[in-house]
């Protein structure tokens, strides 16, 4: 079965999602375009889009209403087909909220500053882990109690698990490679976050 097909301004009942942005500090304006994957629509937005507003400690943000789309970020200037340092490539293809760093791409640890003032009821991440990439040792920041944890591997496989004594994590015995690490509440909850051993 094909998806429904929308004209231009009918996304009335599609979710409405939070897209945020870091642009490079060189930047003077930044705007964002969405090209809707779910539902399809019978005109696409092109370069160079629509305003963000600022966030917070140089994020910025706006919302749009999808199912699933991609995203390209510029600063308000777009030449077509010259490399230039005003445009970051449509790369993020998004079901949910989306967080984009010019410099790092798509990130899993956002900034406390932006989960703050988010909706709760989103799938996003609530834990800041770092270093990311690590050595030696995973330090956890968060405001949820965590108790115990499990190392995964990229395959989905577990490594090891443990309880949670303090908010550093030793994987020093870990080969380098992704993997994620998924931490258990005081309340059952479950998150992971995903990080990157050197």
């Not at 963000?52 to 699933?68: D, H, I, L, Q, V």
């Not at 900034?111 to 703050?116: G, I, K, V």
């Not at 909706?119 to 965590?146: C, L, R």
């Amino acid at each position: 079965m094909s998806a429904p097909v929308f004209g231009f301004g009918q996304s009335d009942n599609l979710p409405e999602k939070t897209v945020y942005f870091k642009p490079p500090s060189n930047w003077t304006n930044v705007c964002a375009y969405t090209n809707y994957i779910d539902p399809v629509v019978t005109i696409d937005f092109f370069p160079p889009g629509s305003p963000m507003t600022p966030a917070c400690e140089g994020w910025y943000k706006t919302n749009r209403s999808f199912n699933k789309a991609s995203f390209g970020f510029n600063n308000c200037i777009y030449i077509g087909g010259s490399p230039n340092t005003n445009y970051a490539e449509s790369v993020v293809i998004a079901e949910d909220t989306v967080y984009y760093d010019y410099s790092a791409g798509p990130i899993s640890n956002p900034p406390s500053c932006l989960l703050a003032v988010n909706d709760p009821s989103k799938k996003v991440a609530v834990v800041k882990i770092f270093p990311n990439p690590v050595q030696d040792f995973v330090n956890i920041e968060s405001d949820k109690n965590f108790i115990a944890y499990e190392i995964i591997d990229e395959s989905g496989k577990s490594v090891f698990n443990r309880d949670l004594k303090s908010s550093q994590i030793s994987i020093s015995n870990l080969k380098a490679g992704v993997y994620f690490i998924k931490l258990k509440s005081l309340s059952n909850e479950t998150y992971v976050v995903k990080f990157i051993k050197k």
